[in-house]
């Protein structure tokens, strides 16, 4: 294939193998058919003066279609590219230079064709940023486009369907006929035939934007505050596991933060980008302040396939990692960023939970308010501690910056007097022709920063090929100059609203925007400098009905079946936390563990988040369950009354207190037993607790056994342990018992009376035992020791009740039968490898 000929405007080269031209650079008719097409086109132009839409006719924003969005068709076969120009701002004198890709999308070859500069049709700017919209809502060459010009041109090669050409053209700023300052369309185009249509016309067209700064006439800057967000979908698990300082090791669901942190990761480019920049704000995730300090040291990582299962961390199920040093150096790097002069720090609450999920589907949750006024405050403490700033931690940020009713309702009631809001969520009415400052009141003494719909959209999409990065970084250019010169002498504040996950081809895209509006048409500041400003008395100030809330935005909220889950996670947690005598262990990892279950961020990841909330519960019912009475089938009394023998385990790592275990016979007419026992339960060791036991009636007797806590609001503690007690030896009738009971007295005291003449008036040294003092595994007499007959389990739970404690100690003691009778077992009496640190349940 032969090199294409460039055409510059600055000298011809011409296409090796070409036939020669005559004079002039075009065959005789070609030139008259390229005139003829050149004065329709100015007839259609003129035309289009007419009837172009009058100001407002669109609301403002429009459409954010990319400009050089060109489509294949059989008509117009080629695909076209705008990917740079430099500069992105014409000045007067200046040349324009533009790259991009020339695409056979069609099915026959295309043949004799070129790409060529188009002059705007009219010279006159797109001052209205419905005409921006107009613009970019073309997709086929169209005579509003304007007229092809001379030079530059690229000759294209034959391009065969699917081939692709790159090409340069530079064009004077001068040609291109701009007559004042504005935004204008700058198009190129692809003219020539096909194989199977060889007819010189149009092929393709791409579009972008370029403003023409001359200077002159000054208008106040608009300024601009553009929110930086630095967040992650939460990777700390609840579980910490000990080193050999005794220190807890985090534990983190996996690994990705790592790459993220490192240079190509995209939280370093964000930061990377961004400190580059003046006026930013920055919003955090305290949450991910706390993974990266935590990677600073050696961490462990859980094995995939376990993160659901809420185990605690252990060889088996988790991975040691080193320390990370890209973690080190990201801290640092944000540290300098923040403290960049003109910058502010926004703390989002811990471990940002979706506001409007909560609002929707769990505001009737007790547990939720709770939730988010700590993690508001938590999040102040984490970001101020870690990054050594002040920060605001009023402001709130619902999914995706829309908003209705009740989602302001419930950032009002967390303490949040700043909302930040989507443009599409609080449209601006149609008659209002200019774009108005963002800040507004909305109620009850609240704010809303709603941001620009179009300029925000602009960097939530795929930027990843240079003509999108282009696209959004000249639309921006576009739009904020056409809003400073709406209204030139009125100053007014924009909001810039990217999405949570920018991404690093948006940050850069951005950051190049913002660089080359800032001190010319725009003035970067930060946040408060826009919240602060003077509202417009025309802005919309409606908040949004529930009903009005986008259908697609709710489908992906969080159900409340699972906002129900994660409450109940506070009230075991809060449960947990009174038993404790050490409770700081746990209350830190699971108050954010629990925050973590409610993430924003798990909305574009719903697979993991579920498994995240089912990794906590399960966790914490481990925990809880460790303190527990081991199961039991049978428990046997022989005789009307004795003690029922009842053992509770502990294999937590600290001692519990503040418990108390109730025994409940589900026939207190038959079976009978003492009031509640209190108990202390030190680490690793089990407890025995003796119960008064009154029968009445022979047979079965359900009982239940139930840990409760003590103090004001006692509440059960873990699951109910149900068993059966066998009554035996109880006669039929109270005529019966007294009966017999008459009997061994007669006999008793004949015996005596024997043994006295016999051994000379000495009683015998037996004659005072009471009756059913035997020890245990003796026959009792009229009473005696419940006899356990304890159901199969592991070797490593305890003892069945009636036989020796695990301190070879009997199972009776002298203790009166009406106050607690704890015998404690010694520490790891089974043997098992208990950890020494945070909270861990033996394996």
């Known amino acids: 294939m032969s090199e294409p000929a460039r055409h510059s405007g600055l000298g ?15 065959h005789p008719a070609r030139r008259a058919r390229r005139a003829g097409r050149r004065l329709a086109a100015a007839c259609a132009a003129a035309l289009a003066l007419f009837t172009a839409s009058p100001a407002g006719a669109l609301p403002a924003g429009g459409n954010v279609r990319p400009a050089g969005d060109s489509t294949a068709t059989a008509e117009y076969p080629v695909v076209m590219t705008i990917d740079t120009l430099n500069p992105q701002v014409a000045a007067p004198g200046g040349i324009v230079t533009i790259t991009g890709q020339v695409t056979n999308a069609g099915k026959s070859a295309i043949k004799g064709a070129h790409a060529a500069v188009r002059k705007p049709y009219s010279g006159k700017p797109l001052d209205r940023r419905s005409d921006l919209a107009n ?14 010009l001379d030079s530059p041109q690229y000759a294209l090669p034959e391009l065969n369907p699917g081939q692709s050409q790159p090409y340069t053209l530079s064009v004077a700023v001068s040609d291109l006929g701009f007559s004042a300052s504005g935004a204008y369309e700058l198009a190129v185009d692809a003219w020539g035939g096909t194989g199977d249509n060889p007819r010189d016309r149009a092929l393709g067209i791409a579009r972008t934007f370029l403003p023409y700064n001359p200077g002159g006439a000054e208008a106040q800057p608009t300024k601009v505050a553009t929110i930086w967000p630095l967040v992650h979908a939460p990777v700390l698990a609840a579980q910490t596991t000990a080193d050999n300082s005794d220190q807890p090791t985090p534990v983190l669901r996996d690994d990705s933060l790592a790459g993220e942190f490192a240079p190509g990761g995209r939280l370093y480019e964000l930061v990377d980008t961004g400190a580059k920049l003046n006026g930013l704000t920055w919003v955090i995730d305290p949450d991910l302040l706390d993974a ?9 990582v859980q094995k995939p396939g376990t993160e659901a299962a809420g185990k605690s961390a252990k060889d088996d199920n988790t991975v040691q990692v080193p320390a990370s040093a890209a973690a080190v150096a990201w801290l640092d790097k944000l540290r300098a960023a923040v403290a960049k002069p003109g910058s502010q720090v926004v703390s989002l609450p811990y471990a940002d939970p979706d506001l409007a ?7 009737d949750l007790a547990g939720m308010t709770t939730a988010l006024s700590k993690a508001s405050t938590a999040g102040r403490l984490t970001v101020e501690g870690r990054l050594s700033v002040d920060t605001r931690s009023d402001v709130a940020w619902p999914y995706r910056g829309y908003l209705d009713q009740q989602i302001a309702a419930l950032a009002q009631q967390s303490g949040n007097g700043l909302v930040l809001v989507d443009g599409a969520s609080m449209p601006e009415p149609d008659s209002l022709t200019y774009t108005p400052t963002a800040v507004r009141p909305i109620g009850g003494g609240q704010s809303a920063v709603v941001a620009d719909e179009t300029v925000s959209a602009l960097f939530d999409k795929d930027l990843s090929s240079p003509q999108a990065q282009t696209d959004a970084t000249q639309r921006f250019l576009a739009e904020t100059f056409a809003i400073t010169h709406e209204q030139p002498q009125n100053q007014r504040g924009l909001l810039v609203l990217p999405p949570r996950e920018l991404s690093t081809a948006g940050a850069k895209a951005l950051a190049n925007a913002l660089q080359t509006a800032d001190g010319k048409w725009i003035s970067s500041v930060k946040l408060d400098a826009v919240a602060q400003s003077a509202a417009d008395p025309k802005a919309n100030t409606a908040v949004p009905a529930p009903t009005d809330y986008p259908t697609q935005i709710r489908a992906s909220e969080l159900p409340a079946a699972d906002l129900s ?9 809060d449960t947990l936390m009174r038993v404790l005598t050490l409770p700081q262990r746990v209350r830190g990892p699971f108050s954010a563990a629990m925050v973590r279950s409610l993430s924003t961020e798990w909305r574009s990841q719903p697979p993991a988040g579920s498994t995240y909330r089912a990794g906590v519960t399960g966790y914490l019912k481990e925990l809880t369950k460790a303190v527990q009475v081991p199961r ?26 503040n418990l108390k275990l109730v025994l409940t016979s589900a026939q207190p007419n038959r079976l ?3 009031k509640e026992e209190e108990l202390v339960l030190p680490a690793s060791q089990s407890v025995t607790l003796r119960f008064n036991a009154e029968a009445h009636n022979n047979g079965p007797v359900a009982m239940t056994a139930q840990l409760w806590t003590t103090g004001p609001d006692s509440r059960p503690y873990g699951e109910a342990q149900k068993f059966t007690v066998e009554v035996t030896s109880v006669t039929n009738g109270v005529l019966y018992v007294f009966a017999g009971a008459g009997v061994l007295l007669l006999l008793a005291a004949l015996r005596f009376v024997r043994q006295r003449k016999r051994l000379g008036g000495q009683p015998h040294e037996d004659g005072d035992q009471p009756v059913g003092d035997a020890p245990l595994g003796d026959a009792p007499a009229a009473g005696g020791a419940a006899a356990a007959e304890p159901a199969p389990r592991a070797p490593a739970e305890d003892t069945a009740e009636g036989a020796p404690a695990a301190d070879g100690t009997g199972g009776t003691d002298d203790t009166p039968g009406d106050g607690p009778a704890q015998t404690p077992r010694g520490s790891s009496p089974d043997g098992r490898d208990r950890a020494a640190g945070d909270e861990k349940v033996g394996p």
């Open 12 to 26: 011809a080269h011409r296409q090796p193998g070409r036939a020669e031209r005559p004079a002039g650079g075009r």
């Open 135 to 148: 613009v970019a809502d073309r997709s086929t060459p169209d005579s509003k486009d304007g007229v092809e």
């Open 292 to 300: 990266a300090l935590a990677m600073t040291k050696p961490y462990r």
């Open 357 to 363: 999920s909560i609002a929707h589907n769990g505001s």
């Open 565 to 573: 889950r994660t409450d109940d996670i506070q009230h075991d947690l």
């Open 632 to 657: 039991k089938n049978v428990v046997t009394l022989a005789g009307e009354s004795g003690l029922l023998q009842v053992s509770v385990r502990n294999d937590l790592t600290q001692t519990v207190t």
């Open 672 to 674: 009978r037993v003492s």
